[in-house]
């Protein structure tokens, strides 16, 4: 099954409105040849507005890097699914950090995993193991729990409206990378779990990226397994050349190409 590869850029918490405007114009502009692929970038909550409105008509699509589950209401500090419609087209759920550092539970993870997808917007539902739990050999249960978790309100698997990212979190921000078998084998393993779940044809359609410092240099090998779909990155996505380059590793469409058509 083809599945169109996804390279979503992840800036956390980086730029004001401004830099994150140039940042998006910059990746637009690097990668508009490159139409055989998916990009998606997630800039701060307030450089949203600017950030969709620079990268309109572009290939770029913009995501948010979180969102409560409810429309509205006593929430402070809070964003909403029916604010970010206009703004974003995905948002990151999930994601270790929210889940460490801020205390997120799989039970607010998976309300607002159905939220999104009720409210048309694509999670990029987040998933990942600590280094303990691997040496353990607990990944594989780790993860499975994790996945029942997210879904837990969902019916179906709604593979056309959802991407999930595995992200071992000793690989987030580190410099050490999943190697290409480990992320193959282990992103393998959620999709054939999902097969045994939600039947075969959905899980083959659904896009599973790989997330954990991925850079130019590592993404070529990680980028040609069968299984990964596309990555979540963080650090190298905030250099717009860098980010350029892991679009166009897994792009068919080279710039050779595109220059002979001109
Ligand atoms: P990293 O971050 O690429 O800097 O490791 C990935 C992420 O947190 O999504």
């Avoid at 589950?69 to 990151?92: C, H, R, Y």
């Avoid at 084998?185 to 999709?191: G, Y």
Wanted: glycine share 6%; with cysteine.
């Amino acid at each position: 099954m083809a599945r169109t590869k996804l390279i979503a850029g992840n800036w956390k918490m980086n730029m004001g409105i401004t830099d994150a405007v140039d940042l998006a114009r910059s990746v637009a502009d690097k990668t508009a040849s490159n139409t055989d692929v998916e990009i998606a970038i997630f800039p701060t909550t307030l450089a949203l507005a600017s950030v969709s409105e620079a990268v309109q008509g572009t290939n770029v699509q913009v995501g948010a890097q979180n969102m409560h589950n409810e429309t509205d209401g006593a929430f402070t500090g809070e964003i909403s699914p029916t604010m970010l419609q206009s703004l974003a087209s995905m948002v990151i759920l999930g994601h270790s950090e929210r889940r460490q550092i801020f205390g997120e539970t799989n039970d607010f993870i998976a309300l607002k995993v159905a939220s999104a997808v009720s409210n048309n917007i694509t999670p990029v539902v987040c998933i990942g193991e600590t280094l303990e739990q691997r040496e353990a050999n607990e990944t594989s249960n780790i993860l499975q729990s994790q996945v029942i978790a997210a879904l837990l309100h969902l019916k179906d698997l709604p593979a056309h409206d959802m991407v999930l990212a595995y992200e071992p979190i000793w690989a987030i921000g580190t410099g050490v990378n999943a190697n290409p078998d480990q992320a193959e084998s282990t992103i393998a393993a959620i999709r054939n779990f999902l097969s045994t779940r939600y039947g075969s044809s959905a899980a083959d359609a659904l896009r599973i990226l790989y997330g954990g410092s991925v850079n130019p240099q590592n993404w070529e090998d990680l980028s040609s397994q069968e299984n990964i779909d596309g990555a979540l990155v963080g650090g190298a996505s905030l250099k717009a050349d860098d980010f350029a380059k892991l679009v166009k590793t897994s792009s068919s469409i080279t710039d050779l190409e595109i220059d002979s058509l001109v």
